[in-house]
């Protein structure tokens, strides 16, 4: 229902924080809020139902044991608002992915010993994780969805929980500064990898080669038409076939030699080649418009550094 969400997005703008803020940040009961649940509401109901037919039929033993557990109902409503209070979130990150694929983001939380505190849960927007706390503090993952390349600027985190009895739920926002990076969306098919630049030509793998080299276990973001299916039928798990073909020795990804493809889906091209770069273990080097050049390299940091700057290209639009 669009009017219900539109008004539910009013009210949680009117909820503190109502701006980015930098962590640490400490819950109190400033910024905690609390409200019945519907097994609450309907408790609440029956409280009132009870303690009227006590007092029509002046029994007071019913009375008396109403009083009693309206006590108690009160006292899990203090008791819920503990939960969070004295929560500090230390830190929130996340490692880059790329676009389209939800980004697992880890938030670290301490609390001062002494206080058992059960079932919080971290939400973002439908997802929701648990956050387990040991003796000074803990960790819960969630995911973040992403659509797009470039920078995410983090939400709102809502940290909530309904214990001990379940009769209301307490909830504190959340809401870091932290950036988040994007990688863009590989290709998903496409050319294979340019031919290298050096002059000692060697064999090297290659998906779009045509000598079979070896049979490995599958690995993600292998194309499902390079499994051996009748191999990977006889031992039960995925096998996957790999080729190989002569080639140089540094690849050279050079966005001016994609011709007239529009910038998008040269940025996802490059983005795919760096992955089956790095996946066939050769050095390479990438060139974008207006950049140095990176590299050439392999491993981690320098993929990291080739797809950070294809992420951070300016929107062609």
Partial sequence: MPAFADL??????????????????????RRIYILP??????????????A????????????LLCLLLVGAALASLLWTQLQLSGLEIRAVHGEPVAAGTPMPLHVHVEAA??????????????SAALLSLGESGGEATVALPTVRRGWLTSPRLRISTTRPLGLARAWSWVWPTT????YPTPEASGPPLPEGGGDEAQARLNPAGEELHHLR??????????????ASARRNTLIVREFERPQGDDLTLDWQRLGALDPESKIRRLARWVDE????????????????????????????ACLRALALLPDAG
């Avoid at 276990?217 to 009748?230: E, H």
């Fill in 8 to 29: 539910r997005r009013r009210v949680e703008s009117w909820a503190r924080p109502r701006r980015p803020e930098v962590l640490p940040a400490r819950l109190d009961r």
């Fill in 37 to 50: 649940t519907g097994f609450g509401a309907f408790v609440t109901a029956l409280l009132a139902t009870m």
């Fill in 52 to 63: 009227i037919g006590a007092l029509n039929y002046n029994n007071n033993p019913a009375l």
């Fill in 113 to 126: 010993p002494g206080r058992e505190r059960r079932g919080l849960r971290v939400v973002i927007g439908d």
């Fill in 179 to 182: 950036r988040f990076l994007v």
């Fill in 217 to 230: 276990d599958w690995r993600s973001g292998d194309a499902p038409r390079t499994i051996a299916w009748k």
């Fill in 277 to 304: 770069a790095e996946r066939e273990a050769v050095r390479y080097r990438l060139q974008l418009p207006g950049q140095p050049v990176i590299g050439p390299d392999r491993g981690a940091a320098h993929r990291h």
